[in-house]
C-alpha cells in the first residue's frame, strides 16, 4: 500500500523533475529537526571553515561543500526540492525561472490516555519558492486547519489563547481549534558575501536543541535582515517588528507593537572551533501614554546596545550572549551558551542572589555514528536560567514574541537536562527523547522570577534570589517514535509515537499524561511540545 502511494504521488508530479539544473544562493533552508540532524552529520564529519551552523535558517549558498552522498541514511534533500522546474535555462545562466513547490500535510490522530478521548490534527497548505537569475527568491508558505491537542498541550492553549508558534487559536464548540499561519520572503544576494532578506520567518541562534538566545519557539514576525559572508566571518543584522499580548483580550487589534534589532556575529577559528556573539535591544511601540514607532538609534548595523542606550538615555531592554561549539574526532559537536541580561561583576562575585544577575548557560555535546553505528546519534545537553532572566520593567520590553518567549519556552528560574537517542536506516527511524526540568513557580501571587510576562519591578526583594526558587514544580517527558519515511525527499513520513508526561509540585498536585499518537506528515518547521 505504501509503495503504491509513493508510485502515485512521483508519477503526478514526475513532470516538474527532480532537481534544477542551478543552485539559487538566495533560497533559505527549512528549520526543522530533520534537516538539522541532516546537516549536523556532514558538518560534524566534514567541518567547512566557510559553514557556520549556530545561526539559521541556512541559506543555500553557505552549503556549497554540502552534497546527499555524505550522509548514510535517506533524508529530504538539501540542495533541492522534490517538485522542481526551470524554464528558460541557457548557457550564459541568465533568465531563468526555477519554480519550487512543496505541499504540506499534517494529520495526526492520537488517544488522550488521561480524559480517554481521541484527538485529531488536520492541517495542510503549500510551500512555494520562485528563483530568477540565481540571485532572487521569493517563497510563501501558507497553512491553516483544525486541530485538538491532549490535555498538556491544550490546557496552555485555552489559557494563552494561541497555538505554539502559529498564532491565535479559534477555539469550537467541541473543544477543537482553528487557525491558520502564513509565513514569506523576499531574499536578494548579488554575490556570495551578502545577501538581503524582507520577510516574514522565525531565527534560531546555537548547535542545541533549544537555544537561550533566539529560538523558534514563538510564532512568525516580519523582519528585514541583512547577511554578510567575509573569510571566516559571518554577521547577521535583522531588524523585527513583533507583537505583545499583555493586553491580549481575544482580539487581533488588541496586541501592541514592539521591535527589536539584533547582531550576530560568528567566527570560525578553525574547521574545528566557533565563537560567536549575539546581542539585541527590545523596545515598546505605542502605548495608552506614548506614540512610538522603530527607534532611529538602533538602525547602525555595528553599534554595541548597551553603551547607546545610556547615551540616548534610553530604558529598553538590551541583552547579549555567547555562542561556542567545537568538533571532535569527526564524530562529536561540544556546544555552549551564555545569556546575560544584566551583568554587574561586582554582585555576581559577592555571591548575594542580587535579583538582577540575570544570566543563563547552556552546555550540550552530540556524538553521531555512536559507537562506530552508522545512523546512531546521541545527545545531551544542559540549561539553567536565573530569576527575572527575560523580563523587564515593562511588560511590553520584555524579550518574548506573540505570548511566548524569544528564547527558552519554560522563561526563567528553571534548570533543565534533555538526552536524545536516535537511529536511522535507509527510510526507518527510531528517536526517543527525555526531558527533566525543575521550574521555580509563583507562590500566593508572589513574582518569583519564573514568569517572564510580569514586571520584575513586582519581586518581593532585592537579594536571596536562586535557581528553581519558589514553589518546585518537576516536569518530565519521554518521547518514543517510529519514523517511516515514504517519500525522503519531500518529508513525507509515518510516524507513531508514545509520549509519556509527568508534573508534580511540592504542594501536592501531581498529574500523569500518557499519550498515543499515528501521524502523516511532511512537516517543514520546529512545534514543541515538550514545555
Not at 48 to 77: C, G, K, Q
Not at 354 to 364: P, R
Not at 365 to 384: C, D, H, M, P, S
Not at 506 to 528: C, D, H, V
Request: net charge positive.
Amino acid at each position: 500500500m505504501l509503495n503504491r502511494i509513493r508510485i502515485i504521488v512521483i508519477f503526478c508530479f514526475a513532470v516538474w523533475g527532480a532537481k534544477a539544473q542551478y543552485e539559487p544562493l538566495a533560497r533559505n533552508i527549512f528549520i526543522n529537526a530533520e534537516t538539522q540532524q541532516v546537516i549536523d552529520d556532514w558538518n560534524i564529519r566534514h567541518p567547512d571553515i566557510e559553514f557556520h551552523s549556530s545561526f539559521r535558517p541556512y541559506l543555500i549558498s553557505t552549503l556549497r561543500n554540502f552534497d546527499d552522498t555524505m550522509v548514510h541514511f535517506s533524508h529530504y534533500a538539501i540542495r533541492s526540492f522534490f517538485m522542481s522546474k526551470t524554464f528558460n535555462e541557457g548557457p550564459d545562466k541568465h533568465n531563468q525561472y526555477n519554480v519550487q513547490v512543496l505541499p504540506i500535510v499534517d494529520l495526526q490522530a492520537g488517544y488522550d490516555m488521561l480524559n480517554k478521548k481521541v484527538v485529531t490534527e488536520t492541517s495542510g497548505g503549500a510551500h512555494v519558492k520562485l528563483n530568477i537569475n540565481n540571485d532572487f527568491t521569493f517563497a510563501l508558505t501558507a497553512i491553516g486547519g483544525r486541530v485538538a491537542y491532549p490535555t498538556f498541550t491544550d490546557t496552555f492553549v485555552k489559557d494563552a489563547k494561541l497555538i505554539p508558534g502559529l498564532g491565535l487559536a479559534y477555539r469550537n464548540k467541541d473543544g477543537s481549534y482553528n487557525f491558520s499561519n502564513l509565513t514569506g520572503y523576499l531574499s536578494y544576494s548579488p554575490n556570495r558575501t551578502f545577501n538581503f532578506q524582507l520577510g516574514k520567518d522565525k531565527h534560531f541562534i546555537g548547535d542545541g536543541y533549544r537555544s537561550l538566545l533566539m529560538s523558534d519557539n514563538s510564532n512568525n514576525n516580519p523582519y528585514f535582515a541583512i547577511n554578510a559572508n567575509i573569510w571566516r566571518i559571518q554577521y547577521n543584522v535583522w531588524y523585527s517588528w513583533m507583537q505583545d499580548m499583555s493586553r491580549f483580550d481575544g482580539t487581533q487589534k488588541s496586541l501592541q507593537n514592539k521591535f527589536g534589532t539584533f547582531h550576530y556575529l560568528s567566527f570560525n577559528a578553525a574547521k574545528e572551533f566557533s565563537i560567536s556573539f549575539f546581542e539585541n535591544v527590545i523596545w515598546q511601540g505605542t502605548d495608552t501614554n506614548r506614540v512610538r514607532t522603530f527607534d532611529v538609534n538602533y538602525l547602525n548595523p555595528i553599534v554595541f546596545y548597551r553603551p547607546q542606550e545610556y547615551s540616548v538615555g534610553s530604558p529598553d531592554n538590551a541583552f547579549m550572549g555567547l555562542n561556542l561549539s567545537a568538533r571532535l574526532f569527526k564524530c562529536v559537536k561540544l556546544y555552549a551558551q551564555a545569556a546575560a541580561d544584566e551583568f554587574y561583576f561586582k554582585e555576581i562575585k559577592a555571591h548575594r542572589g542580587w535579583w538582577a544577575n540575570k544570566q543563563g548557560w547552556q552546555f550540550g555535546a552530540k556524538y553521531i555514528n555512536a559507537f562506530k553505528v552508522k545512523g546512531l546519534t546521541l545527545q545531551a545537553e544542559y540549561n539553567e536560567v536565573r530569576p527575572y532572566t527575560y523580563s523587564h520593567g515593562s511588560t511590553q520590553q520584555n524579550y518574548a514574541n506573540y505570548g511566548q518567549a524569544l528564547a527558552h519556552p519554560l522563561g526563567a528560574n528553571f534548570r533543565e537536562y534533555l538526552g536524545f537517542l536516535s537511529y536511522r536506516a535507509k527510510r526507518w527511524m527510531i528517536s526517543v527523547q527525555g526531558m527533566y526540568a525543575i521550574i521555580g513557580k509563583d507562590t500566593n501571587n508572589v513574582n518569583l522570577g519564573s514568569n517572564i510576562f510580569l514586571s520584575y519591578t513586582t519581586r518581593p526583594y532585592d537579594y536571596g534570589h536562586k535557581t528553581t526558587q519558589g514553589n518546585k514544580f518537576t516536569l518530565m517527558q519521554s518521547d518514543i517514535r517510529f519514523t517511516y519515511y515514504m517519500i525522503p525527499q519531500m518529508n513525507l513520513r509515518l510516524e507513531a509515537g508514545y509520549i509519556q508526561r509527568s508534573e508534580k509540585d511540592q504542594l501536592g498536585y501531581e498529574l500523569q499524561s500518557p499519550y498515543f499518537y499515528l501521524g502523516i506528515k511532511t512537516s517543514i518547521w520546529n512545534f514543541y511540545r515538550d514545555f
